[in-house]
């Protein structure tokens, strides 16, 4: 029985899981393995930073830019570029039909994901191409998630042993560290 082409990292609303994420595509890259998509970055020299503040990496380009309209650390709530967020998904699009990607990583199926616009093409083209997609998925978006993704996602909790495992079970070795491997391989037996 193969593993399902989507993994969704359930996290808790606020608290994205940028460390682990940024693990396996280090690792990935690491190992030459060709990718596409987006990876959140928190800018941390920013002196005046808020929450709000994010960069985003493409990453079949390595190019970083702020996603963020940056208001000041007393602003309350986020304004997204979403003229940014267009260009974005469209270099995405662009990666997995032309640089043969192995992986799609989405940051985040975040709101304008959730309302059908956004990186949400991105996934469902990987899709078709038989290409695995690795996607943060906040708590609050879970439902739009599950009716989005149906039975083609599995769900995984933050973990690195997990998201080894599941990279395993299509072929790819993000280095996880060697207790991570080893739990891998006996997980595809």
């Known amino acids: 029985m193969s593993s399902p082409l989507i993994a969704a990292l359930i996290y808790a609303d606020g608290v994205y899981p940028e460390r682990v994420i940024a693990h ?18 928190t800018p941390e020299d920013m002196a005046d930073r808020h929450p709000c503040d994010l960069l985003i990496e493409d990453l079949a380009t390595g190019e970083i ?8 650390k007393q602003a ?15 270099a995405v ?7 043969e990607p192995r992986l799609l990583v989405i ?8 309302d059908g616009g956004g990186l949400r093409q991105a996934v469902a083209e990987a899709v078709e191409l038989g290409i695995p997609v690795l996607v943060g998925v906040p708590a609050r978006n879970l439902d739009r998630w599950r009716a989005f993704a149906g039975a083609l996602a599995v769900e995984l909790p933050v973990d690195e042993v997990a998201v080894a ?4 079970s299509h072929g790819l070795d993000a280095g996880a560290g060697e207790r991570s491997g080893e739990l891998a391989k006996s997980w595809t037996m």
Request: proline letters at 0%; hydrophobic letters at 45%; glycine letters at 14%.
């Open 24 to 41: 396996v595509v280090e690792g990935l890259r690491g190992r030459g393995i060709v990718l596409a998509g987006a990876l959140q970055r």
């Open 65 to 72: 830019t702020a996603i963020a309209e940056h208001r000041g």
């Open 76 to 90: 309350r709530g986020c304004r997204l570029d979403v003229g940014l967020l267009t260009e974005l998904a469209e």
């Open 93 to 99: 699009l662009a990666s997995l039909r032309s640089e």
């Open 107 to 114: 940051n985040k199926f975040g709101k304008i994901e959730a």
């Open 165 to 168: 495992r599941w990279l395993a």
